[in-house]
């Protein structure tokens, strides 16, 4: 079954922050994210996730569905997934495209923004 890890991310971009784009607080991570889909390509695959407003993940890819929890720490969002360490990263959103920060400086793409539920 997939998993999303973050931090092992191939798609690592490098580029200038343009002004839209906003580092978000930890209010505004759980505002922006609960109870949205977010989606994207991992490692050549699609997937979908539901972020739910009690921290649950409902998730959909190639080899099918898979969950996990997530949860907003401080100005980080944290992910666990089944059998695997949480991972916690700053975010930042430009229109809906989302960037997650990691530790020393790493940008990792992880997908679009979609509407609420």
């Given at each position: 079954m997939r998993r999303i890890l973050i931090g092992t991310m191939v798609l690592a971009?490098?580029?200038?922050?343009?002004?839209?784009?906003?580092?978000?607080?930890?209010?505004?991570i759980a505002r922006a994210f609960a109870g949205r889909t977010i989606s994207g390509v991992e490692n050549g695959e699609r997937y979908t996730e539901r972020l739910l407003a009690n921290g649950d993940i409902a998730g959909i890819a190639a080899d099918g569905p898979y969950e996990g929890e997530w949860e907003v720490d401080g100005d980080e969002i944290c992910f666990t997934y089944e059998d695997e360490a949480e991972d916690c990263s700053r975010v930042r959103l430009s229109g809906s495209?989302?960037?997650?920060?990691?530790?020393g400086g790493g940008r990792f793409e992880l997908g679009h923004l979609g509407g609420a539920d």
């Open positions: 971009t490098a580029w200038t922050a343009s002004a839209q784009e906003k580092t978000l607080s930890g209010a505004q495209t989302v960037t997650f920060l990691g530790d």
